[in-house]
């Protein structure tokens, strides 16, 4: 496409483009409909359905928009005798074979052919033999097919292959014979897989989890922000009836564009859990009962302040989702510190807080999202990207497929990426760090405070290679940091070593934050060691480590399961059961809450609830409640204002959830986001580990409470992490092959399972991930384990 631009006419409208440029963009800009079905502006063009057939003054035939160059003084009619005939034709043929069955479609009221057979097709049909009929397959838990209301206009199968990098569908036999399916009977398991859904143009592709659930018309459209990851996709929540009934992608080209992962469409199905908690409860005499709410608060406070009447409010503790808004982080710290405390973190699955003090004030990508686009050079550090934030994991895509860009990484494992990495160095945990010591060296870096860690550096090739493409595109290159580094029990070896590797060679240091509001607790004051707005205080608290480590006698959870939410699930319940009181605000009332709770206050949920986040390029964007709220539920900032005031701290008059985050937002006014890590940071210096090193991460579908109690995201493959895994070299020496039964033992827990083969892992490293129930009564991932042959 040349960027000349050229005057052509459309409908007796002048209009200019770039010449070489497709009909239709242009046509789209100016508000000229041209009718289509296999056109779609983020896909490449296919010009299969023939739909889009315009009228080309001096062409022989009538040309399909999609695909037409423009040229210079070019004249077009979309509504002659001929194009119209032409578009009439086309929708005859592609109704022959459809069904009539709109009475029980899914995709009725909003469905493509629908609107246009209405403008375009006939009053009768020509075609009187059999209609043909297709058998559907079973593509996952997630997607339904009715395959014989596909017109093959093929926008599924580019879309596996252009956007989410996986080809799962394709289309197999030809003419009338041909249909759309998986090459082999096997799942559609790309973790974004559900947007085919919203792109199918007819009712071939539907929401399993929300068949025959409601019509289009009938439910309420609810703008919402995703509550699972930093990236902050914007959707739509439908509701029926009060409840969720769908959730659908928002149009925000900055941030998700038209896309959103099966982790933001599908974490719904978990809101109508079971266990949900519906109505305030308290323990006496060792039974739950029910309460009103102004009951169960009152024995909420009385338990906290006799705590701290008995012995002091530093024996007061929080623990806090870093999935809470920007309104419950700020009320909780609030809350805490008027009550004397500055106990609270919602770091908690992280483990080395050596360099707290020097981090910044809020851990942010150093850019905005959709520039990531035009990055020529990425290292990753620390991060699975496609399943912590597929969305970010997708503008790399984009980047690596529209111009040369070198992608390499440091991590535990060679994760299964949409792009092609280069250079990926596979190691432990202390292998991570010498790799990134070997990266720093091989730039030139010459810090005090790191001679260390690079003294011993190995300085291989790929060392040498990765700061070299990372000189070579200096400003276009980012270093990222994600999950797996900040869960590192040496995070601060990591992020000293990735700015100065970054500062070295011109590249910015990026934070991949690991859940929705990291960024937004930090901004609120959701760390002991500072308040609102990044100010330090004078005496910090104890972090989660510290809370661990020396347990505090009255605990608040919120919206966190400890056993899987926290580093070390271990230590974290022998913590809990050092406490004498326990106050539980949480979505759910799970039996093992019940186990060691004393009052459970019921939480609404992302969609039943007013609120903001802040993602990773630091954007705040608030939301309303879409759904009513589950039983006697009640939003996380009355129940923490309430609290407050029974509690006679000051401070806590608001009326809205507005007004929480409109003071905020004055204490952050002056907030300028820096990601430089200071030469005087301290560096935190492990012994090295002898023998068997466990490595693994949270999965996709484990993230948090919601997500984990979504049951068709837990029959996808991605679900399946709750296993253990070795390199063949490994179980060479072991003497053990793929399926054998194991003894994994960690913290004096053992368990027994089946051990499995994978290549992609390092030496002498045991895959066991967190979040699991194999690994909720063992240590921190990146400790040492014992595995044995049962």
């Known amino acids: 496409m040349s960027e000349d631009m050229v005057t052509f006419i459309v409908d007796d409208i002048e209009l200019r ?40 003054e001096k062409a022989p035939k009538p040309m399909p928009a999609c695909a037409t160059p423009i040229m210079d003084g070019m004249i077009v009619h979309t509504k002659s005798a001929r194009a119209l005939a032409a578009q009439k034709s086309v929708m005859e043929f592609l109704l022959i074979n459809h069904p009539l069955d709109c009475p029980v479609c ?58 989410a990098g996986m080809r799962e569908l394709g289309m197999t036999d030809r003419g009338d014979r041909a249909v759309i399916g998986t090459f082999i009977e096997k799942s559609v398991d790309s973790e974004m897989s559900g947007n085919v859904i919203d792109i199918c143009p007819v009712g071939a592709l539907t929401a399993k989890p929300s068949r025959f659930s409601g019509r289009a018309w009938e439910m309420q459209q609810h703008a919402g922000i995703s509550p699972h990851d930093s990236v902050g996709s914007n959707l739509f929540i439908h509701t029926l009836g009060g409840k969720v009934n769908r959730v659908v992608p928002r149009e925000n080209e900055s941030i998700n564009e038209v896309w959103i992962s099966d982790r933001d469409r599908f974490s719904y199905q978990g809101l109508y859990a ?32 006799l705590v701290a009447k008995n012995n002091s409010a530093d024996e007061l503790a929080c623990w806090i989702s870093p999935n809470a808004t920007l309104e419950e982080h700020y009320l909780a710290q609030k809350l805490m510190r008027g009550a004397g405390s500055h106990n609270i973190d919602h770091r908690l699955r992280q483990t080395d807080f050596s360099d707290q003090d020097f981090a910044p004030v809020m851990p942010w990508l150093g850019k905005t999202i959709d520039s990531i686009e035009n990055l020529e050079a990425i290292l990753l550090v620390g ?29 535990p494992r060679k994760f299964d990426q949409r792009f092609k990495t280069g250079h990926e160095l596979v190691s432990s945990a202390q292998g991570m760090v010498n790799d990134l010591a070997g990266i720093a060296k091989a730039a030139g870096v010459n810090q ?56 070295q060679t011109g590249a910015t240091l990026a934070y991949l934050p690991e859940a929705a509001n990291v960024a937004g607790a930090w901004l609120a004051g959701s760390v002991p060691h500072r308040v609102a707005g990044g100010v330090a205080v004078e005496s910090a608290g104890k972090n989660i480590a510290e809370m661990l480590e020396s347990p505090r006698k009255a605990l608040i959870t919120f919206n966190i ?100 985050r409109d003071e905020l937002k004055e204490q952050c006014e002056d907030i300028q986001l820096d990601n430089s890590v200071s030469d005087d940071s301290p560096v935190l210096a492990l012994a090295a580990v002898s023998g068997l090193q466990r490595v693994g ?33 490994l179980a060479g020496r072991l003497k053990l092959e793929e399926g054998d039964r194991v003894t994994l033992t960690q913290s004096g827990h053992t368990e027994f399972t089946e051990i499995r083969i994978d290549n992609t892992l390092a030496d002498d490293c045991v895959w066991l991930g967190a979040a699991e129930e194999l690994s909720i009564q063992m240590a921190s991932p990146c400790s040492p384990i014992e595995l044995e042959k049962a």
């Open 17 to 56: 483009a770039p010449e070489g440029s497709m009909l239709i963009r242009a046509t789209d800009k100016a508000g000229i409909h041209i009718p289509r079905f296999c056109y779609h502006d983020k896909l490449s063009v296919a010009a299969n359905c023939r739909m889009c057939l315009v009228d080309v």
């Open 106 to 163: 899914d995709q009725g009221g909003e469905c493509e052919l629908q609107d246009l057979s209405v403008g375009y097709g006939g009053d009768t049909s020509q075609y009187s033999d059999v209609k043909r009929v297709v058998f559907d397959k079973n593509i996952g838990p997630l997607i339904q097919t009715e395959l014989t209301r596909c017109i093959q206009c093929t926008r599924c199968v580019r879309f596996g292959e252009e956007i």
């Open 274 to 305: 079971q266990d949900r908690a519906i109505k305030p409860m308290m323990k006496l005499k060792g039974e739950w009962i029910e309460t009103d709410w102004n009951t169960a608060l009152q024995y909420a406070v009385d338990g906290l302040q």
């Open 383 to 411: 991060s699975n990207v496609r399943k912590e934030q597929p969305l970010i994991a997708h503008r790399i895509r984009k980047a690596f497929n529209h111009h040369p860009i070198k992608v390499s990484a440091v991590n």
């Open 448 to 503: 005090a405070n790191l001679t260390s860690l690079m003294a011993g550096a190995p300085s291989g090739e790929c060392h040498k290679a990765i700061a070299d493409e990372l000189k070579a595109a200096a400003e276009a290159a980012t270093i990222f940091i994600g999950n797996l580094a900040v869960q590192h029990p040496q995070f601060s070896a990591l992020r000293a070593l990735s700015y100065a590797i970054a500062k």
């Open 561 to 660: 399961e400890p056993e899987f939410d926290v580093a070390s699930p271990a230590q974290v319940m022998k913590a809990i059961d050092a406490a004498d009181f326990k106050v539980v605000i949480n979505n759910y009332a799970s039996e093992t809450i019940k186990n060691y709770a004393d009052v459970i206050l019921p939480l609404s949920a992302f969609t039943e609830t007013s609120g903001t986040y802040v993602n990773a390029e630091g954007r705040w964007q608030s939301f309303n409640g879409a759904s009513a709220p589950s039983g006697e539920s009640r939003p996380g900032w009355k129940i923490l204002r309430v609290l407050a005031n029974m509690m006679s701290i000051d401070g806590f008059e608001y009326m809205s959830s507005e007004e929480v």
């Open 697 to 729: 991460d949270v999965s996709i579908y484990a993230v948090d409470s919601l997500v984990r109690r979504s049951t068709p995201l837990q029959l996808t493959r991605d679900a399946d992490q709750n296993y253990a895994a070795i390199n063949d070299t």
